[in-house]
């Protein structure tokens, strides 16, 4: 069992900054994947970025250049560095995990592949 917590939301200013992390517990194994997904009202979960045991890392087009995924395994500490935030990054914003590599299958990884989820943590952009 994976428990994931999220924290670090807040309300900023578009061209600000936050860093979000995400503290997991239990046992990922050697072969994991995690992510951060977001959620606007009225919209589907977005995948921003996955990140796999191996290192790679996905992202989408809309964060590309402004968002940083990053992991200290000695603190089990997923972290998201989000720069330039725009009023369209206002979201709830996702940790999640799942065993098994994110890269290699026979189609692209889905959010509905992931098992478990932190509660988000809300990001708010105002201009």
């Known amino acids: 069992q994976v428990q994931l917590v999220e924290s670090g939301g807040d309300s900023v200013q578009a061209g600000g900054s936050l860093r979000l992390s995400c503290v997991y517990f239990?046992?990922?194994?050697?072969?994991?994947?995690m992510g951060w997904f977001r959620q606007a009202p009225g919209k589907v979960r977005e995948e921003i970025v996955i990140?796999?045991?191996?290192?790679?890392?996905s992202y989408a087009d809309s964060v590309k250049g402004r968002f940083t995924i990053s992991q200290d395994n000695s603190k089990n500490t997923l972290y998201l560095q989000m720069n330039s935030l725009k009023p369209e990054d206002t979201a709830m914003y996702y940790c999640?995990?799942?065993?098994?590599?994110?890269?290699?299958?026979?189609?692209?990884?889905?959010?509905?592949?992931?098992?478990?989820w932190g509660q988000g943590t809300q990001v708010t952009v105002s201009s």
């Open positions: 999640a995990a799942k065993f098994g590599r994110c890269f290699g299958g026979s189609r692209s990884i889905q959010a509905p592949d992931f098992g478990y």
């Open positions: 239990g046992y990922l194994y050697s072969s994991y994947c």
């Open positions: 990140l796999d045991s191996g290192g790679s890392t």
